[in-house]
């Protein structure tokens, strides 16, 4: 079964406090709040799980959640002062009226959807801040391990054992979704592979952290797969020191150095899935001389 982590940004300011507010936001969808003269327990932003579409002419910004169901949401902001934030999750019933509310301060919390409730808001509540810098909202199934919270995710190595040369494969996060897939031992097959999620906002620093784990794990040879036009990018800082490396994209294929043009759709950027059954294909014709 797929996994979802649902990623949640602060894209309206239809639910932000803004008198006496300075309001930046960046291409990565970060966002810069802040604001010296706010009352404490005034709500500085908030997220719906419903909206009349007539009226705000926007989707819902919070996920769908089964009732009785364990969460884990992961908040990834820093205020200033540390510490001056209440995080508060409000659940209603189907006449809207409030039936539970869970105030924290933690940037990662589990809990439970209540049983009767239909829709719910997230916000973060003033406590004497005055400058908040935030990245985004992760909402997902509470039994996940803390590491897929990263920007970059390295999922576990299918095939370790195996002695060809390892397929590391970079797959760009949806917007608004990280997906981890249940099937990829199937299109892996024998061979080697390692998927690493990178997420939109992660995309700058990824070429150092996939070094660092090349690095750590002491691999010298391996076989580099973009899956996303605006991950190619990343392959001349990962590929410049390192001699023993085979190079595809979508694009082009660069092996030993030379670049030859090559027609490749492997992906389509407007879903959330590459294409694992043509590159399943592809990397079984290059390592296995199967196609």
């Known amino acids: 079964m797929e996994q979802i982590i649902n990623q949640i940004y602060w894209e309206s300011i239809a639910n932000t406090y803004m008198y006496g507010t300075k309001l930046k936001k960046h291409v990565d969808k970060s966002v810069e709040f802040e604001n010296k003269m706010m009352a404490p327990g005034k709500e500085i932003m908030s997220w719906h ?3 009349n579409y007539q009226s705000a002419k926007r989707v819902p910004d919070l ?5 009785g169901n364990e969460y884990q949401i ?3 902001a820093k205020a200033e002062p540390e510490n001056t934030c209440v995080n508060r999750l409000t659940f209603f019933d189907a006449q809207k009226d409030e039936i539970k509310r869970l105030d924290f301060t933690d940037t990662r919390y589990t809990f439970t959807f209540p049983k009767y409730a239909v829709s719910y808001t997230f916000s973060i509540v003033n406590a004497g801040c005055k400058k908040i810098n935030f990245d985004r909202i992760q909402i997902a199934d509470k039994n996940l391990p803390l590491k897929i919270w990263d920007d970059i995710y390295f999922n576990d190595v ?3 054992e195996s002695t060809d ?3 590391l494969i970079l797959v760009m996060d949806n917007i608004h979704a990280r997906k981890i897939w249940s099937k990829l031992k199937d299109y892996a097959g024998d061979l080697p592979w390692v998927v690493v999620n990178i997420s939109w906002q992660g995309r700058q620093k990824a070429g150092t952290v996939i070094k660092d784990w090349l690095a750590t794990h002491k691999i010298t040879k391996f076989r580099l797969i973009s899956t ?3 991950l190619n990018r990343l392959i001349p800082d990962i590929f410049i020191n390192h001699f023993n490396v085979e190079y595809y994209d979508n694009n082009a294929i660069r092996s030993n150095n030379i670049l030859m043009q090559k027609d490749m759709t492997w992906y389509s950027e407007s879903i959330c899935d590459p294409d ?3 590159i399943s294909k592809f990397l079984h014709k290059e390592c296995k001389g199967i196609g």
Do not use: V
């Open 49 to 51: 799980s419903t909206n």
């Open 63 to 67: 996920p769908f959640l089964i009732n």
């Open 74 to 76: 992961f908040i990834k």
């Open 158 to 160: 299918i095939n370790a």
């Open 165 to 167: 040369t390892l397929n």
């Open 228 to 230: 996303n036009t605006k």
């Open 276 to 278: 694992w059954l043509a």
